[in-house]
């Protein structure tokens, strides 16, 4: 098991295009999370998966931003439109429901520069 | 509101020397907390978790914190420090029933640390 992964590891667009990163889980995990990190700040909640389902999204997802997980492995993120502000590192992570402590492992990120 | 606050954003210690960072949290109820490390464009390194039972928890790397319930404190320590620490530092908090969801952490702003040989 090489852990999660990510990909792109960084991706730099020109504002108003779309962009779509990946994440691929343990593969043993069924939940899997999506958290976004500005400069100077923590990972902050974006949105949740249960398998393929979308359990929760945080309000800092606005309609530009979504996300699938279609068979419960690897999940995508999209992001429509991209803004100045949407320059982040976005971090991916993967838990087992069955470890009831909480074994999150989060991937590398992609650090998305939109300019 | 459930937050987590890291009141030091930049702390330097000298090699050898030994380290406290504080992590202060709020929360409705028992709270599940973490202490995760994160390297410079890497993702994140769960350090250390505490759920339930003794309040002194022991995690890699020699670190431990300790669970202060009358201070909401969540504190990590490390005895000695090692230039390979530098890097940054984050606390975070969460529960099974969590604002709802299942398990999605609240982290706070982060600490920095430096090691000065």
């Known amino acids: 098991d090489t852990g999660v992964s990510q990909d792109p590891r960084h991706k730099i667009t020109k504002r108003g295009q779309n962009v779509t990163f990946r994440c691929d889980p343990i593969?043993?995990?069924?939940?899997l999370y999506w958290y976004r990190q500005t400069l100077g700040q923590g990972p902050e909640f974006l949105t949740y998966?249960?398998?393929?389902?979308?359990?929760?999204k945080s309000r800092l997802l606005s309609d530009r931003f979504s996300a699938e997980r279609p068979k419960g492995s690897f999940s995508t993120l999209e992001i429509q439109r991209t803004e100045q502000g949407d320059s982040a590192m976005y971090l991916c992570?993967?838990?087992?429901?069955?470890?009831?402590?909480?074994?999150?492992?989060f991937g590398s990120g992609t650090r998305l520069t939109v300019v | 509101a459930q937050s987590v606050t890291q009141p030091d954003i930049h702390i330097t210690v000298s090699e050898g020397a030994s380290l406290e960072l504080r992590c202060n949290y709020s929360y409705g109820a028992t709270p599940y907390l973490f202490w995760y490390v994160q390297s410079p464009g890497q993702g994140l390194q769960l350090l250390l978790k505490?759920?339930?039972?003794?309040?002194l928890v022991q995690g890699i790397k020699g670190f431990e914190a300790e669970f202060k319930r009358s201070q909401s404190s969540f504190n990590l320590r490390k005895p000695s420090v090692h230039w390979s620490d530098a890097a940054e530092y984050f606390c975070?908090?969460?529960?099974?029933?969590?604002?709802?969801?299942?398990?999605?952490?609240?982290f706070g702003k982060g600490t920095k640390l430096s090691v000065k040989p």
């Open positions: 992570a993967s838990s087992s429901y069955r470890d009831v402590n909480y074994g999150y492992t």
């Open positions: 998966f249960q398998n393929e389902a979308q359990l929760e």
């Open positions: 593969s043993e995990h069924n939940r």
């Open positions: 505490y759920f339930s039972g003794d309040t």
């Open positions: 975070a908090v969460g529960g099974p029933h969590y604002g709802g969801s299942q398990g999605n952490l609240i």
